[in-house]
């Protein structure tokens, strides 16, 4: 009997499937599709389906749909819109064995505009080496998005980005070790389904966000948060404005600067669960809600680069085997040495990096959807 064809759950690409086959394997984007019955006019169907999905999203990244997200200055810059091509999603090694490490890096820059940031595609790279080089992730398994990628589909637009974070937990497992890093500007907006204790949704704005609106926390919670299962972790590291809560994670550790802390619970009256299947999300963002975070030269000299990014890769290559307390203090000590020079990553920037050599408000914190004692338990990726 002859084989028939499938159509890639991950990228829509037709595939040859033997005869007897439960799944079948994309050979441009790996992704593990499972093989429904033999009836041909249901695969028929499905095909013309999804290359009329295709289609539309294609006209609607092309036209610019209007969004009700908006950045909330009225002077924020509007940047690029980059329509989405027809093709097959770029070629990404997924691992298939338990244990697998998976990182999604985000740095956008907002090239040509008032508001550039000149940080975040450094963050990225010096990411990325920190954890090939010093934490044994696969290259393969590591998906970069900024704007000085060739491939449109690496582009960190509102829809790529999202693409990403639903292939970073594709398929998680027990004893997986997932990464989100993101680099680039954050903002705010009022809560309107009540989840929000003070009020505000954290948004993160990807390079199309005055287009296509931002990426509001309530989505990055349900894509990457909830769907984590019993044994798997996921660490995010979050170098934006108002991002203290980003992930929306049930707890939020309260550290004052003498290093003590307790718990504050994030849960909402509303009901909405935003913890996990089991396992273990962890955040580390760049400064609290109603904080703005720096982009700056002051680490190095001349690159620049996120000041959490930095701090955070500093700390933890220079003291193997730390708490998460340790961290995070090490992370707020290197940020409150290095307040000149910082150029912060918001559109009141002119305004307010006059003031820097007065104070710097940005302090890094620690959610978690668990309790735990952040002097004991050691950092792990």
């Given at each position: 009997m002859a084989g028939r064809r499938e159509t890639c759950s991950w990228c829509g690409l037709q595939l040859l499937v033997p005869p007897e086959a439960q799944t079948v394997q994309c050979a441009a984007c790996q992704a593990i599709t499972p093989v429904r019955p033999n009836d041909a006019w249901v695969q028929v169907h499905d095909s013309i389906c999804h290359a009329a999905n295709r289609f539309k999203s294609l006209v609607n990244s092309a036209v610019g749909a209007a969004s009700g997200n908006r950045y909330p200055a009225s002077n924020a810059p509007v940047y690029g819109h980059y329509p989405q091509p027809p093709g097959p999603a770029p070629p990404l090694t997924l691992p298939s064995s338990h244990g697998r490490k998976r990182a999604l890096l985000c740095g956008v820059s907002y090239n040509g505009h008032g508001n550039k940031l000149k940080g975040s595609v450094n963050d990225v790279r010096c990411m990325r080496y920190f954890?090939?080089?010093?934490l044994g992730f696969p290259g393969d398994s590591i998906l970069i998005l900024t704007e000085e990628e060739t491939d449109s589909f690496r582009i960190p637009t509102k829809h790529n980005i999202r693409m990403g974070l639903r292939w970073l937990v594709q398929g998680v497992q027990s004893g997986d070790s997932l990464v989100f890093h993101f680099s680039g500007h954050g903002s705010r907006q009022r809560d309107h389904n009540m989840d929000e204790i003070d009020g505000y949704d954290?948004?993160?704005?990807?390079?199309?966000?005055?287009?296509?609106?931002?990426?509001?926390?309530?989505?990055?919670?349900?894509?990457?948060?909830?769907?984590?299962?019993?044994?798997?972790?996921?660490?995010?590291?979050?170098?934006?404005?108002?991002?203290?809560?980003?992930?929306?994670?049930?707890?939020?550790?309260?550290?004052?600067?003498?290093?003590?802390?307790?718990?504050?619970?994030?849960?909402?009256?509303?009901g909405v669960y935003k913890g996990t299947r089991g396992g273990l999300a962890i955040s580390f963002s760049a400064c609290d809600d109603h904080q703005t975070s720096a982009d700056t030269t002051a680490f190095t000299s001349k690159v620049a680069t996120g000041a959490l990014t930095y701090s955070f890769i500093q700390a933890v290559q220079n003291e193997p085997g730390l708490t998460y307390g340790r961290l995070l203090n090490s992370m707020r000590y290197a940020i409150r040495e290095a307040k000149t020079g910082i150029r912060l990553k918001g559109p009141i920037a002119s305004l307010v990096n006059r003031l820097l050599c007065a104070e710097l408000s940005q302090e890094p914190q620690l959610s978690s959807s668990e309790k735990f004692d952040i002097y004991t338990k050691q950092f792990l990726l």
């Amino acid at each position: 009997m002859a084989g028939r064809r499938e159509t890639c759950s991950w990228c829509g690409l037709q595939l040859l499937v033997p005869p007897e086959a439960q799944t079948v394997q994309c050979a441009a984007c790996q992704a593990i599709t499972p093989v429904r019955p033999n009836d041909a006019w249901v695969q028929v169907h499905d095909s013309i389906c999804h290359a009329a999905n295709r289609f539309k999203s294609l006209v609607n990244s092309a036209v610019g749909a209007a969004s009700g997200n908006r950045y909330p200055a009225s002077n924020a810059p509007v940047y690029g819109h980059y329509p989405q091509p027809p093709g097959p999603a770029p070629p990404l090694t997924l691992p298939s064995s338990h244990g697998r490490k998976r990182a999604l890096l985000c740095g956008v820059s907002y090239n040509g505009h008032g508001n550039k940031l000149k940080g975040s595609v450094n963050d990225v790279r010096c990411m990325r080496y920190f954890l090939v080089e010093k934490l044994g992730f696969p290259g393969d398994s590591i998906l970069i998005l900024t704007e000085e990628e060739t491939d449109s589909f690496r582009i960190p637009t509102k829809h790529n980005i999202r693409m990403g974070l639903r292939w970073l937990v594709q398929g998680v497992q027990s004893g997986d070790s997932l990464v989100f890093h993101f680099s680039g500007h954050g903002s705010r907006q009022r809560d309107h389904n009540m989840d929000e204790i003070d009020g505000y949704d954290e948004t993160l704005c990807p390079v199309d966000y005055r287009t296509e609106g931002m990426i509001v926390d309530d989505e990055i919670n349900a894509i990457i948060v909830r769907p984590l299962p019993h044994g798997a972790k996921l660490h995010a590291i979050v170098d934006a404005c108002y991002s203290g809560t980003m992930l929306d994670l049930p707890f939020l550790c309260r550290m004052n600067r003498e290093g003590s802390y307790a718990w504050e619970d994030q849960r909402c009256m509303s009901g909405v669960y935003k913890g996990t299947r089991g396992g273990l999300a962890i955040s580390f963002s760049a400064c609290d809600d109603h904080q703005t975070s720096a982009d700056t030269t002051a680490f190095t000299s001349k690159v620049a680069t996120g000041a959490l990014t930095y701090s955070f890769i500093q700390a933890v290559q220079n003291e193997p085997g730390l708490t998460y307390g340790r961290l995070l203090n090490s992370m707020r000590y290197a940020i409150r040495e290095a307040k000149t020079g910082i150029r912060l990553k918001g559109p009141i920037a002119s305004l307010v990096n006059r003031l820097l050599c007065a104070e710097l408000s940005q302090e890094p914190q620690l959610s978690s959807s668990e309790k735990f004692d952040i002097y004991t338990k050691q950092f792990l990726l």
